[in-house]
């Protein structure tokens, strides 16, 4: 199996090949858009800004490309919001994927933004592991995108947000698996699966 991790300007690439490498999966991070259509399974990882990414997508051709995709396309945490069709951070048109837009956490007296350690997931879905049901995940984040139609697991974090999506060939998680240890594992393992 070929995985292509998508080369941008994100800052957890490195750890996601690490996650890779520890499950003895063969792998490329490439921004070559024959290498990422030909590959069996697509990563889309993301740590940083939305608009700049964007931005970086588009001047590499990146944007039209991720859309088009036909293979199992895993989205993680920035990844996830940019699949979705805009977001509050810096007013950003992103990918359009997911019809959904991506909102700020407004901190109360109990949390702060960003949300930042270990929470647990509600599943909702078919291509998460059952057994990570209630299982802790690590997040990074100040933004979300609400529960929706497409949501495949919950967190509550000032409210509850999708932890996980889906739409046809697309799936995205909020949390960061490479980080998550064992529950992680068993989330990449579960994309990895899929036909």
Request: proline share 4%; net charge positive.
């Amino acid at each position: 199996m070929k995985i292509a991790v998508i080369k941008y300007n994100a800052g957890n690439i490195r750890s996601v090949a690490f996650a890779l490498e520890r499950l003895n999966m063969n792998f490329e991070i490439t921004d070559d858009p024959e290498k990422i259509g030909s590959a069996d399974k697509v990563i889309f990882p993301g740590v940083g800004e939305a608009s700049t990414t964007m931005k970086y997508l588009k001047e590499k051709k990146l944007n039209q490309l991720i859309v088009s995709l036909k293979q199992p396309v895993l989205g993680i945490c920035l990844g996830m919001q940019l699949m979705c069709k805009f977001s509050e951070e810096n007013s950003t048109a992103c990918l359009g994927i997911f019809d959904e837009e991506v909102k700020k956490f407004k901190p109360d007296n109990n949390h702060k933004v960003p949300h930042m350690g270990w929470n647990s997931l509600q599943l909702n879905s078919n291509w998460l592991n059952n057994t990570l049901q209630d299982q802790f995940v690590y997040f990074v984040h100040s933004y979300y995108v609400p529960v929706n139609s497409l949501t495949s697991a919950t967190t509550n974090y000032i409210n509850p947000f999708s932890a996980a999506m889906k739409k046809n060939n697309f799936y995205a998680v909020q949390f960061h698996p490479e980080k998550s240890a064992d529950a992680g594992k068993m989330v990449l393992e579960s994309f990895l699966k899929i036909s």
